[in-house]
């Protein structure tokens, strides 16, 4: 079935690193993938996203490319701030559903 | 944020009552979801809805059940609960137009 498999964490990283969190699917057809984010007690907000093939996602200095050779959508910034320091979610939907990996938690320490 | 609220955002309540909670959305959006968050599980789905009174089953689905009404309100009620069961609750809706969800505050229960 259709799944998403994202890195382990917990990542710290220090303020104004590099930050990539790996995601890769597993689907049938030609899914849509997201980034979705959360913040403590607070639901999941969406980042950006991806509808096919090659299309680049951004939004806040943060970046995925839908790679379909590789089945990846990995979540890059370029310098991290504290205030990202968040749960980050990859997701894809296919039909009317859609699956969530687990999570990776970020911290960012100044 | 969509126009999603939660109800009740806490609850406590003991094994083997039966409890609902509430998803009420202001856009009129036809898909709406429930999904469950639970520590190295990401989120679950439980059910969804297309429509007034059409639903079908997600991945975690045994032990609840659903109902939709009207549009705006999406209900989801566990028979008897069980401690199993706690765990944070999110409702969902996917926009009309684009397929991305939004998510609403979270309903955290806890099973005794």
């Known amino acids: 079935g259709d799944s998403v498999t994202q890195m382990e964490g917990p990542v710290t990283l220090s303020e104004e690193a590099f930050l990539t969190i790996n995601c890769t699917y597993t689907a049938t057809g030609y899914p849509s993938l997201f980034w979705y984010v959360q913040y403590p007690g607070e639901g999941l907000q969406l980042l950006l996203k991806?509808?096919?093939?090659?299309d680049k996602g951004s939004n806040k200095g943060f970046e995925a490319t839908y790679r379909k050779e590789t089945t990846s959508f990995h979540l890059e910034k370029g310098s991290v701030q504290v205030s990202d320091s968040a749960v980050y979610f990859c997701?894809?939907?296919?039909?009317?559903?859609?699956?969530f990996g687990t999570g990776t938690s970020l911290t960012v320490i100044p | 944020d969509a126009g999603i609220t939660q109800s009740p955002r806490h609850k406590v309540t003991e094994t083997g009552t039966p409890v609902t909670l509430r998803c009420h959305q202001t856009e009129n959006h036809r898909y709406m979801y429930w999904y469950r968050q639970d520590p190295g599980h990401g989120l679950r789905l439980i059910h969804y809805s297309y429509g007034v009174k059409d639903t079908d089953k997600g991945e975690v689905s045994d032990g609840y059940s659903v109902s939709r009404s009207k549009t705006e309100d999406f209900l989801l009620t566990l028979e008897s609960a069980t401690s199993s069961q706690t765990s944070v609750y999110f409702c969902?809706?996917?926009?009309?137009?684009?397929?991305?969800?939004?998510f609403g505050p979270g309903t955290r229960l806890t099973v005794t």
């Open positions: 969902a809706i996917r926009r009309d137009r684009g397929n991305e969800q939004y």
């Open positions: 997701a894809l939907n296919t039909g009317n559903q859609f699956y």
């Open positions: 991806a509808t096919k093939a090659d």
